[in-house]
């Protein structure tokens, strides 16, 4: 099992950055593929990107290439995603997810671990 806890979520004007980071605790860190996932209010949880357990082959929604990279820091246990060029389209809560697996995975019905979330929130 790994417990896993959102943080770096918070209030920014349109055009700024945010840096997410999710720490993991419990297993093996490396034994997971890891991915980020995002709910508004009204909507259903939607992809936004993920990343394989060693840190290659990362994957993106496409509303969000160009703009957001998912990185890994496995020494710390922790999974980050960088955000750019924020649009008040992507207010959510964002969530770390992660899944004992070799693949990178991008349907949020194959994660197996959840962190509680943290709110991402774009004023124009």
């Known amino acids: 099992q790994v417990r896993l806890e959102e943080s770096g979520g918070g209030l920014v004007q349109a055009g700024g950055s945010l840096r997410l980071a999710c720490a993991a605790a419990g297993q093996t860190f490396t034994r997971y593929a890891m991915g980020w996932f995002r709910q508004a209010p009204g909507k259903e949880r939607e992809f936004v990107a993920a990343?394989?357990?060693?840190?290659?082959?990362?994957l993106y929604a496409d509303s969000v290439k160009g703009r957001f990279t998912i990185s890994r820091d496995n020494a710390k246990n922790t999974l980050y995603l960088q955000m750019n060029s924020l649009k008040p389209e992507v207010t959510a809560e964002y969530y770390c997810?992660?899944?004992?697996?070799?693949?990178?995975?991008?349907?949020?019905?194959?994660?197996?671990?959840w962190g509680p979330g943290t709110q991402v929130t774009v004023s124009s």
């Open positions: 997810s992660a899944a004992p697996s070799s693949l990178v995975l991008t349907e949020a019905r194959l994660y197996d671990y």
């Open positions: 990343i394989s357990r060693i840190g290659t082959s990362p």
